[in-house]
C-alpha cells in the first residue's frame, strides 16, 4: 500500500459525494448544487479526520440516465476503484434503498476491496430505521452521516482505523495525491465544445477527462498536476465559458465562476477556440479577462486539420486583424484529437511563465528607460517637459515596472503603449502582459509658506506703495 491510502467516493447521482468531499477536504473544490449528474470527472483532494490523513477521489454518479455521456462517467468511476485501496459508498437515506444501490453494491462486492457504506443525508432520519433498510445490501461496515453538516465523521475514521488505512509517518506523501499545487499552473480556457478536455488527456497521456461530442461536458474546473521533461506542472480543464446571456441554470452559473477563478489562479491560460469558427467575440472576452487577470496568454487553434488551405489563410487574417490590441499574444495551430501541434504548448507556456517571473534589475531598467525617452520624448505640459527619471521592478505574474518622474498623470495613452511595447521587446516579454506604475515624485516645497523677514515687509510695502501711485 502506498504511504497515504486512497479511497474512492461511489454512488448514485446527487447523494452527497462531493458534499463529503469537500467536508473532508475541508476546502470547497468541488461543484455542489441541488442537479444530479454535476460531477462528471473524477477530483482527487488530501483528506483528513482527527490527524488521520489520506487521499480521497469523488466520481460522477453511476447509472444515471441510460446512454448518452453515462458511460464515459463510468469509465471514470472504474478508473478511481482501481486505483482505490478502499472504497466509500455513499446511499441517500432520504431516497431509501433503490435498485441502482443494489447493483452498485453487487459490483463493489465483486471487485474484492474493503467497502464502508456510508449513508448520508440523515438529518432527522432514524438510524434503526436505515440501518434495517440498507443491510439487505450485505456490508458489514456502516455509518451514519450528514456531510453537510459533519455529522458521523469520528465514525467514519474509526473504521480507516480498524482497516488500516493510516499513511505511514517515515514516508513520503504519495506523489499522485493531487492537492500539490507546486509548478507552473496551467488553465485551459474556452468556448463550450472547443476541445478543452481533448486537449488535456493529450497533455497527459491519458483518458483522464470525459468528453463527450456535447457541449457543456466538463462543469468543473479540476486541477491536475504532473510533471514533463523535469519540469512541474498544474493543468487545469475547465467549463466552457458562454456569453452570459446564454448562461443557464444555477449549475452553469457556478461552473462559469470556476472557470473565471482558475484564470485568477494560474500562471499562464491557452485560450483553445474551434479553427473552424474563427475568432468570436466570445473568444476576445475571454482575452480580455484573461489579461485583466494577470497571467500570460497562449491562444491554441484547434482542429487546424480539418480545414482547407483558403480556410486557413481566412483565420489567420482575421486572427492578424482582431488581435491587433494585443500582438504580443503567441497562436499556435493544433489538432488536440490527433496531436499535431500540441507536443510545443508546454514549452510555450514554461516560455511565458519564465518571461512572467521577469527576474530584472534597477540598472537595467533605468537604462532601458533613458533609451526609450531618449529615442522619443514625452510630450510637453502646458509647457513644461515631463520627466522619467528611473524604474525598478515592482512585481511579478504580470511583470509590473515602477517609474518614477514628475507629472506622470499627464502621460497620454499612446506614450504609455509606446513604452509597454519597447520595454516588451526589448526584454522579450511573449505571451505575457506588462503593467506600468507611474509615481509622481512630491515637490518638497509644496504646502510650505516663504516667511519674510520684517526688512523684506518694509520693502514689499515700499513697492506696493510706489505701485499705486
Known amino acids: 500500500m502506498s504511504s ?145 453538516h459533519g455529522r458521523g465523521m469520528s465514525e467514519l475514521r474509526s473504521w480507516l482505523v480498524e482497516q488500516g488505512f493510516e499513511a505511514d509517518p517515515g514516508e513520503a506523501d504519495d506523489a499522485s495525491d493531487e492537492e500539490n499545487d507546486d509548478g507552473i499552473r496551467v488553465a485551459i480556457i474556452g468556448r463550450p465544445n472547443v476541445g478543452k478536455s481533448t486537449l488535456t488527456n493529450r497533455l497527459l497521456g491519458e483518458e483522464r477527462q470525459v468528453v463527450f461530442d456535447a457541449p457543456g461536458t466538463t462543469r468543473d474546473a479540476i486541477a491536475i498536476p504532473f510533471e514533463r521533461d523535469g519540469e512541474s506542472y498544474v493543468l487545469i480543464d475547465t467549463a466552457g465559458v458562454r456569453r452570459k446571456g446564454r448562461v443557464e441554470g444555477v449549475a452553469e452559473k457556478f461552473s462559469v465562476v470556476k472557470s473565471l477563478q482558475a484564470m485568477e489562479d494560474a500562471h499562464v491560460v491557452i485560450l483553445v477556440m474551434d479553427g473552424s469558427e474563427g475568432l468570436v467575440d466570445q473568444d476576445l472576452q475571454l482575452l480580455r479577462l484573461a489579461s485583466e487577470s494577470g497571467c500570460g496568454v497562449l491562444i491554441a487553434v484547434n482542429k487546424w486539420d480539418g480545414l482547407s488551405r483558403d480556410a486557413k489563410a481566412r483565420v489567420n487574417t482575421d486572427l492578424d486583424r482582431k488581435l491587433g490590441f494585443a500582438p504580443w499574444i503567441p497562436v499556435t495551430h493544433i489538432s488536440a484529437l490527433h496531436g499535431s501541434g500540441v507536443g510545443g504548448l508546454l514549452d510555450s507556456a514554461r516560455e511565458i511563465f519564465e518571461a512572467g517571473a521577469f527576474d530584472v534589475g534597477t540598472t537595467r531598467l533605468t537604462r532601458l528607460l533613458t533609451d526609450l525617452v531618449t529615442a522619443h520624448a514625452p510630450p510637453s505640459v502646458r509647457g513644461r517637459q515631463i520627466k522619467l527619471r528611473f524604474a525598478h521592478k515592482a512585481g511579478e505574474h504580470p511583470p509590473r515596472i515602477a517609474i518614477h518622474g514628475n507629472q506622470t498623470a499627464a502621460l497620454t495613452a499612446s506614450y504609455i503603449r509606446y513604452l509597454e511595447n519597447g520595454f516588451r521587446e526589448a526584454l522579450h516579454l511573449i505571451g505575457t502582459p506588462v503593467v506600468l506604475e507611474f509615481r509622481t515624485s512630491d515637490n518638497p516645497y509644496a504646502g510650505r509658506k516663504n516667511e519674510l523677514t520684517r526688512r523684506q515687509q518694509q520693502r514689499r510695502k515700499r513697492v506696493i506703495r510706489h505701485r499705486r501711485k
Open 4 to 148: 497515504k491510502p486512497a479511497l474512492a467516493l461511489v454512488g448514485r447521482p446527487n447523494v452527497g459525494k462531493s458534499t463529503l468531499f469537500n467536508r473532508l477536504t475541508r476546502r470547497r473544490d468541488a461543484l455542489v448544487a441541488d442537479v444530479p449528474g454535476l460531477t462528471r470527472d473524477r477530483r482527487y483532494g488530501r483528506a483528513e479526520i482527527d490527524g488521520l490523513d489520506f487521499t480521497l477521489i469523488d466520481t460522477g454518479g453511476l447509472l444515471g440516465d441510460p446512454g448518452g455521456i453515462t458511460p464515459a462517467l463510468e469509465a471514470q468511476a472504474a478508473q478511481a476503484l482501481e486505483e482505490a485501496d478502499g472504497v466509500l459508498f455513499l446511499v441517500d437515506a432520504r431516497d431509501g434503498l433503490t435498485s441502482a444501490d443494489e447493483e452498485i453494491a453487487g459490483r463493489l462486492r465483486r471487485l474484492g476491496k474493503p467497502c464502508l457504506l456510508v449513508v448520508n443525508k440523515m438529518d432527522g432520519a432514524n438510524e434503526g430505521e436505515a440501518l434495517a433498510e440498507f443491510a439487505a445490501l450485505g456490508f458489514e461496515g456502516t455509518v451514519f452521516v450528514s456531510a453537510a
